[in-house]
Structure formats: C-alpha cells, structure tokens
C-alpha cells in the first residue's frame, strides 16, 4: 500500500548526509541520461501561486512530481512518488524539510566539487529556514571553523546564529555587513528572495566558492553583473531550468554578455566530462535553482527507510 509520511516522519528519517548521497547520485543518472527533468511550472493567481516540479528516475523505479502552494498565509509542499513501472503511488511525503534539505544538500555537492579543499570559513545571506540546510550541508563537505552570516532582522539573525552554533558545534557568527559576509570567506552562499544584488564583486577574494540558491525566478537577484563577471566556471543544476528561471543569469543571457554554452551542469562535473575548478585562484559559481528530480531521489530513500522503520500511514488509494 502507498505511504503518507508526514513532516515528522520525514524528520525521524531525513539526515544530511542522506539527501547529499541523494542528490548528487540524482545529478549522476541525470548526467548519463538516465533521468529526467521538467524545469518548474507555476500557475499564478492573485491570492495564490501552484509549482509543481516534475521528473523520472528510472533506475529507482521512480516517476513523480512535487507540487506546492505560495500564499500570503505559507507555503505548503508535497512530494507524490509513483512507481515508473506500473504508474502505481508509492509515497505522498510532506516536504517542506525534504525541500530544506535537499536545497541545501545541492549547494553541499557542489561546494564538495567545486569549492577549495582548504576552505574554512563560509559566509552566509540569509537567517531564515533555507539558511539552514545551506550551513549544514556546506559544514559536511568542509571541516569549517567559522560562518559569518547576514540578514535583515538583527534580532532574528541573532537567534538564528545561537542556534546554528548549538546544532553544529561551530562557530556561526552574526555579520554587521554584506561586505563583512564576504571578505574573508572562502565560500559565500545566498539563499534570499532579494530582488536587488546583494553583495559587490570587488569583496570577493580570489579562489572563493559561491552558491547562488535563491534566485528561482525573474523578479530575484542575489548576483549582479560585477560579481558574474568575476565567476569561472558558471554551474548550474540543469541548464533547462536555468534558461527559464535563473534571475541572475537571464539579464546578461538577454544582453548577450553571457552565452547559454558558458554554462556548465553539476551533473556533467561529478562525473568528469566538464572541469569544475582548475585553479586555486577561480571564483566559481553554482547557480541552485531546484530540481524534481532531488525531490524524488530522496524521497525514495526516505520511503524505503520508513518502511523499514515501521513510520507513516497507509493510504487507501492509488496502489
């Protein structure tokens, strides 16, 4: 029978390590053409806004979508699992941490792919819930002495940082500037709905790392033009959905300043037919825009887990 794993569940189950053996294997089978991906599609309203991402992958026996609902009043996920084979529902998860995590987990691959191995100190945008799954998954792949992290709300931020240092054992520090975010980082991750670019590209040191992972639509834009310029190679997770949803990317795509060739897929660099980092001294950039296809490969660990485990609750349809 199908399962329904609720958020709870998820959590009992969800580790970082599992959704970075997830991800990167889904990025794999993506590379050797065997999955497949849908960029996402949104159906807008005045009050309400519906994604859905959707993707297969058939090594895993997997075909299936996640779907979710911005409103004024939240967001809400979930992740419908359905066996390639015979189109039967497998799993319907819950994913608002799925998703945290797996965000997260992206920008843990490709720190781990593309980021100096002496990497040691991380500066952060963002105090809100992404930030979190961006600073453990990054705390994973690089033996971290300290994050630097900058957000808007100094009494957030604050808490945010108390918790972090608690949760992981490291030093994570609130910041009083973008620019102190950034000077000194090896690595410098964005997770914003900023609209506005929020950093120059002048603080950037030679040799640092940067995850781009909040930009996933037009109307956002952590990067500018300043800070692009500086970035070799430009990694996306999916050079489909980064041509239709990338708002750093796509204003210099337009003006012709970036070329769609320029870009490199994750996928392509864990596998070795595209260099990632050839020099200490490169700004490289992955640009996170957020696949089904990460979705779905954690959710089949996590519904194999639950079954194992005895969790969630059965369903009576779909089977």
């Not at 956002?220 to 310029?229: H, M, S, T």
Request: glycine share 8%; net charge neutral.
């Amino acid at each position: 029978m199908p399962l329904f794993l609720s958020e709870e569940d998820v959590e009992k189950l969800l580790t970082m390590p599992l959704a970075l053996a997830a991800v990167e294997a889904a990025h794999l089978d993506l590379a050797s053409m065997q999955a497949c991906d849908v960029p996402r599609q949104r159906t807008r309203l005045p009050q309400t806004t519906l994604h859905i991402l959707q993707g297969a992958l058939p090594q895993l026996d997997a075909i299936g979508y996640k779907a979710y609902t911005s409103n004024r009043s939240g967001v809400r996920f979930l992740v419908h699992l359905y066996r390639a084979s015979d189109g039967s529902l497998r799993a319907v998860l819950e994913a608002d941490r799925l998703g945290m995590m797996r965000t997260g987990a992206a920008s843990g691959v490709a720190t781990r792919w593309l980021a100096r191995p002496d990497a040691r100190v991380a500066g952060v945008f963002g105090a809100g819930w992404q930030a979190e799954g961006q600073i453990e998954a990054i705390a994973a792949v690089r033996p971290l002495q300290r994050v630097k992290v900058y957000a808007r709300h100094a009494g957030r931020l604050a808490a945010f940082c108390t918790k972090m240092s608690e949760r992981l054992a490291l030093e994570v520090i609130a910041a009083a500037s973008p620019e102190e975010v950034v000077r000194g980082s090896d690595i410098v991750s964005t997770v914003t709905t900023s609209a506005t670019p929020l950093f120059n590209g002048e603080w950037l040191a030679p040799g640092t790392h940067i995850n781009a992972a909040g930009s996933n639509s037009l109307i956002r834009r952590e990067l500018g033009e300043d800070v692009l310029k500086r970035c070799s190679p430009i990694v996306v997770d999916s050079l489909a959905t980064a041509l239709c949803e990338a708002g750093d990317l796509l204003p210099l795509l337009e003006k012709g300043r970036l070329q769609a060739r320029q870009l490199i897929e994750l996928g392509d660099v864990i596998c070795g037919r595209q260099t990632g980092r050839s020099t200490p001294e490169e700004i490289t950039l992955f640009e996170s825009q957020g696949m089904a296809v990460q979705d779905l490969a954690l959710a089949v660990r996590l519904e194999a887990l639950a079954r194992e485990r005895g969790l969630g609750v059965e369903l009576p349809y779909g089977g």
